[in-house]
T-cell receptor
Framework: GAVVSQHPSRVICKSGTSVKIECRSLDFQATTMFWYRQFPKQSLMLMATSNEGSKATYEQGVEKDKFLINHASLTLSTLTVTSAHPEDSSFYIC???????????????FGDGTRLSIL | RKEVEQDPGPFNVPEGATVAFNCTYSNSASQSFFWYRQDCRKEPKLLMS???SGNEDGRFTAQLNRASQYISLLIRDSKLSDSATYLCVVILPHSDTDKLIFGTGTRLQVFP
């Protein structure tokens, strides 16, 4: 089956550091990837939709200059949290859709998630 | 009003029990529905899709009521390994990009 790899799984760093998270589709091409954030006891919230070769689409309230997304190839999207602060500490999860098109029944495949802790 | 609402629980049930979760959604144009399972500090995993006619997968039964805009998940003969958070997920029509909207999840704890 489809596999999405996310790296790193855990990051602990000082306030002000920029952190890059990678999301790779291992056995399929993903023209669209999604980045979510989940705070404790809350639902996954979509942050942005990453499209290969074009700019990401950010959800309302998500700062695009804070959360930089790059989708340079069909198998890799990166999320960079710039100048991270303690309030950015969260569980970040990426997902990828296996095929483009209007097939809404095709579920997204999720990465393992990255737990980010900013001290 | 939240787009997808679930009772957060927790539901504490003994092994072998039958337990049901409900989920309501606010957008009547919602197209597709799923139940995901999320273990603590892990990524969500697809449990099952929810079809209009209702569908069953082993001990799990999902139902959709479009008129009332709710989805249900029934788990029969609960196992200890069923302990997890169950996320109701709705897809909103959005041009050519599926948008998954997650509920906050319902936590299930099965005890011996």
């Amino acid at each position: 089956g489809a596999v999405v790899s996310q790296h790193p799984s855990r990051v602990i760093c000082k306030s002000g550091t920029s952190v890059k998270i990678e999301c790779r589709s291992l056995d399929f091409q993903a023209t669209t990837m999604f980045w979510y954030r989940q705070f404790p006891k809350q639902s996954l919230m979509l942050m942005a939709t990453s499209n290969e070769g074009s700019k990401a689409t950010y959800e309302q309230g998500v700062e695009k200059d804070k959360f930089l997304i790059n989708h340079a190839s069909l198998t890799l999207s990166t999320l960079t949290v710039t100048s991270a602060h303690p309030e950015d500490s969260s569980f970040y999860i990426c997902s990828a859709r296996k095929r483009p098109g209007l097939y809404s029944n095709q579920p997204q495949h999720f990465g393992d998630g990255t737990r980010l802790s900013i001290l | 009003r939240k787009e997808v609402e679930q009772d957060p629980g927790p539901f504490n049930v003994p092994e072998g029990a039958t337990v049901a979760f409900n989920c309501t959604y606010s957008n009547s144009a919602s197209q597709s529905f799923f139940w995901y399972r999320q273990d603590c500090r892990k990524e969500p995993k697809l449990l099952m899709s929810v079809y209009s006619s209702g569908n069953e997968d082993g001990r799990f039964t999902a139902q959709l009521n479009r008129a009332s805009q709710y989805i249900s998940l029934l788990i029969r003969d609960s196992k200890l390994s069923d302990s997890a958070t169950y996320l109701c997920v709705v897809i909103l029509p959005h041009s050519d990009t599926d948008k998954l909207i997650f509920g906050t999840g319902t936590r299930l704890q099965v005890f011996p």
